[in-house]
């Protein structure tokens, strides 16, 4: 192997210790970012080093970093830790099961793993660039199949298991994708669900890119097997578990991640091989604080970015112990969560303000049982958390002695962008607070003016490319420009409202676009209103988020139905069964409305605003509806509200 660095050589990247260094650390990154972020990457094993650091212009866009250099980024997440850390424990995984079943890799087994995997899909037709696409639960296989397409430089798409066939569909049929790898059975919680079925209903749906369908034995209930289907176990068999790795350019793409927009259609948003490797390293280490011996845990799924930076490639790059837990926060009780810090003795623990919300809701005798006194640093991430929330978290399972980093970034951003650094910069509960070393955040006002004054609210926007940021959304790169860069010029616009304090932190307040965040998932009022309309009886629909106690937001559909839907005294059930087979049950409404018709201005746009206030039972203050084209039923509306 001909590495740049010989694995001796390789310095650690660098982690902020102080306050002071990290104010001396962001103004170097901010006067010299090329040169900052060279220094990081030459801690990363590459095959070839770049020839330029960084090639941009926000207009097209066009961002390319470390142009020009090789490398594959499982040689830096697996083989440079062999020699120094092979026998230490890469991966525990926590299974649903009640009796709470652990399976553990060492960096040497996760390595023989993810080579004999990659030999596996080799053998099964997969070249450097193909498409992967993966609808799979939490199970190491998972991780390791991932690992093993970046491998051989085959780019993949996971697809969280939650979502319908349709949806599963639609994001093979955008990226081609030649495999789909799955499982016959998810479990979650007390329930085994056929997730085998819900791929062979996708690829009736015409998937013709498809050729063949990896499917790994988790439960072993019975399943249907198709021509195209391979089974897993049978695939690894005699497979070599050394795998030569696919020499990648930096900006080769490393994966697609579908996610929600404010039309109709997600998007394929796309990650590249260099950059981000550079920054999930650099902001796992850092953010975390992550140390040689600890046990780093994050609940998320890996069906989202967080799962991505923050479970899989951002730990593995730092060399660290990282856990993965297939089952559900309340199952077999609330204490779960808790039960597993204990028994990982887990130092960071790293979750989302919605499963924050709901454990606080089941009391406080369930962290109370356990003893968390692991626990150095708390994380969230995917939504605003209310102070409430915030302070919970700090007392009953940080005992007061654990910061908490409220991490704010998007799939986009590939990375954490702005977040407190614990026992580093101090936290305020609510607030994201400080940008990260490279990163350069800013307010504009709707006109893209630049806001400088602190304790302002404006609209954020980063001025500066960042290592990982999106290049592009996959096959459309005009939607990647219109969306993220034409609308203030030079600048990433995130779609996110956020105020500044006299101190300079900023407390992210949600988003001005048509996405709402429920539970932390991200979904389109567009897509949802799509769905609902593929009802016979709805004639049109408008889907506005509205506050929810432990979801953050709830979804709110007014519906105008058909003459014959006024004696379905099912409607409302079956709106919600509409939604489940379009998009899935993340996606179904908590509230439903029949209306007369939807408040329009003259040009036929709906007033959204009037829509969300009602939901929210903001009723007084709704502002000039004379302007409307129909204001009398905005009372209507309101009546309708109870
Ligand atoms: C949107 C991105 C980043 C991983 C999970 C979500 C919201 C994210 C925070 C936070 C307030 C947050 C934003 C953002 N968001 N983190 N700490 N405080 N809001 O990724 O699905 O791409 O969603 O989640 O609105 O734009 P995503």
């Known amino acids: 192997?001909?590495?740049?660095?010989?694995?001796?050589?390789?310095?650690?990247?660098?982690?902020?210790?102080?306050?002071?260094?990290?104010?001396?650390?962001?103004?170097?990154?901010?006067?010299?970012?090329?040169?900052?972020?060279?220094?990081?990457?030459?801690?990363?094993?590459?095959?070839?080093?770049?020839?330029?650091?960084?090639?941009?212009?926000?207009?097209?866009?066009?961002?390319?970093?470390?142009?020009?250099?090789?490398?594959?980024?499982?040689?830096?997440?697996?083989?440079?830790?062999?020699?120094?850390?092979?026998?230490?424990?890469?991966?525990?995984?926590?299974?649903?099961?009640?009796?709470g079943t652990t399976q553990k890799y060492t960096y040497r087994e996760l390595h023989a793993a993810v080579c004999q995997c990659a030999n596996a899909l080799k053998a099964n037709g997969?070249?450097?660039?193909?498409?992967?696409?993966?609808?799979?639960?939490?199970?190491?296989?998972?991780?390791?199949?991932?690992?093993?397409?970046?491998?051989?430089?085959?780019?993949?798409s996971v697809v969280f298991a939650g979502f319908s066939a349709q949806a599963l569909a639609d994001r093979i049929k955008d990226a081609k994708a030649k495999m789909l790898i799955c499982s016959d059975y998810n479990r979650r919680g007390a329930k085994n669900i056929p997730v085998k079925q819900v791929v062979d209903d996708a690829l009736t749906m015409g998937c013709d890119s498809v050729k063949t369908v990896l499917v790994h034995k988790n439960t072993g209930d019975s399943i249907d097997m198709n021509a195209l289907d391979v089974w897993w176990h049978e695939a690894m068999q005699g497979q070599s578990t050394e795998c030569?790795?696919?020499?990648?350019?930096?900006?080769?793409?490393?994966?697609?991640?579908?996610?929600?927009?404010?039309?109709?259609?997600?998007?394929?948003?796309?990650?590249?091989?260099?950059?981000?490797?550079?920054?999930?390293?650099?902001?796992?280490?850092?953010?975390?604080?992550?140390?040689?011996?600890?046990?780093?845990?994050?609940?998320?799924?890996?069906?989202?970015?967080?799962?991505?930076?923050?479970?899989?490639?951002?730990?593995?790059?730092?060399?660290?112990?990282?856990?993965?837990?297939?089952?559900?926060?309340?199952?077999?009780?609330?204490?779960?969560?808790?039960?597993?810090?204990?028994?990982?003795?887990?130092?960071?623990?790293?979750?989302?303000?919605?499963?924050?919300?709901?454990?606080?809701?089941?009391?406080d005798n369930w962290p109370e049982q356990y003893d968390l006194s692991s626990i150095k640093v708390l994380g969230t991430v995917g939504e605003p958390i209310n102070e409430e929330a915030w302070k919970w978290y700090e007392e009953k399972i940080g005992k007061g002695k654990a910061p908490i980093v409220d991490t704010w970034w998007q799939t986009e951003t590939g990375g954490v962008l702005i977040t407190p650094l614990p026992g580093i910069t101090d936290t305020k509960p609510t607030y994201a607070s400080y940008p990260m070393p490279g990163v350069q955040p800013i307010l504009v006002d709707a006109e893209g003016k630049e806001i400088l004054e602190n304790e302002k609210e404006g609209l954020l926007c980063?001025?500066?490319?960042?290592?990982?940021?999106?290049?592009?959304?996959?096959?459309?790169?005009?939607r990647c420009c219109h969306t993220y860069f034409s609308p203030f010029k030079d600048k990433y616009f995130t779609g996110d409202g956020a105020r500044r304090d006299a101190d300079g932190r900023y407390r992210i307040i949600g988003r001005v676009d048509d996405v709402i965040n429920v539970s932390?998932?991200?979904?389109?009022?567009?897509?949802?209103?799509?769905?609902?309309?593929?009802h016979p009886q709805v004639i049109e629909s408008a889907v506005v988020g509205y506050p929810h106690d432990i979801k953050g937001q709830g979804i709110y559909a007014y519906v105008i139905v058909g003459e014959e839907a006024k004696n379905n005294t099912d409607l409302e059930k079956a709106i919600r069964a509409v939604v489940n087979t379009e998009i899935g049950p993340i996606?179904?409404?908590?509230?439903?409305?029949?209306?007369?018709?939807?408040?329009?201005?003259?040009?036929?746009?709906?007033?959204?605003?009037?829509?969300?206030?009602?939901?929210?039972?903001?009723?007084?203050?709704?502002?000039?509806?004379?302007?409307?084209?129909?204001?009398?039923?905005?009372?209507?509306?309101?009546?309708?509200?109870?």
């Open 1 to 99: 192997m001909n590495f740049y660095y010989s694995l001796d050589t390789i310095i650690m990247t660098l982690q902020i210790k102080s306050l002071e260094a990290y104010k001396t650390i962001y103004q170097k990154s901010v006067e010299k970012p090329e040169a900052f972020w060279a220094e990081q990457a030459d801690t990363f094993v590459w095959r070839k080093k770049w020839d330029k650091v960084l090639d941009w212009e926000f207009k097209t866009p066009n961002v390319k970093w470390f142009v020009g250099g090789k490398l594959n980024i499982t040689e830096n997440c697996l083989d440079r830790h062999l020699e120094e850390r092979g026998g230490k424990t890469a991966l525990i995984w926590e299974s649903n099961e009640i009796t």
């Open 126 to 156: 997969i070249e450097k660039g193909d498409r992967v696409c993966f609808y799979m639960p939490m199970v190491p296989e998972l991780a390791i199949a991932v690992l093993a397409c970046a491998r051989i430089g085959a780019i993949h």
């Open 244 to 363: 030569e790795a696919t020499e990648m350019d930096s900006e080769d793409m490393l994966f697609i991640l579908y996610t929600s927009g404010s039309t109709g259609k997600p998007k394929g948003v796309v990650h590249t091989c260099g950059g981000y490797m550079v920054y999930t390293c650099f902001s796992f280490k850092n953010v975390f604080q992550y140390q040689e011996e600890d046990v780093y845990w994050c609940t998320a799924d890996i069906g989202w970015i967080t799962g991505h930076s923050y479970i899989v490639y951002g730990p593995l790059l730092a060399g660290a112990t990282t856990v993965m837990f297939e089952g559900v926060p309340t199952y077999p009780d609330a204490g779960r969560f808790w039960a597993i810090c204990e028994k990982h003795k887990v130092n960071q623990f790293y979750t989302a303000p919605t499963a924050i919300r709901a454990l606080m809701a089941k009391g």
């Open 462 to 478: 980063i001025k500066f490319p960042w290592p990982s940021m999106l290049r592009t959304t996959y096959g459309d790169h005009q």
């Open 520 to 534: 932390g998932h991200r979904l389109g009022t567009a897509e949802i209103e799509n769905a609902i309309n593929q």
């Open 587 to 642: 996606a179904k409404p908590d509230q439903i409305q029949v209306v007369s018709g939807l408040p329009k201005t003259r040009s036929g746009k709906i007033m959204r605003r009037i829509l969300r206030k009602i939901a929210a039972k903001d009723m007084d203050k709704l502002g000039d509806v004379s302007t409307l084209l129909n204001p009398e039923i905005v009372e209507e509306i309101k009546k309708g509200r109870g």
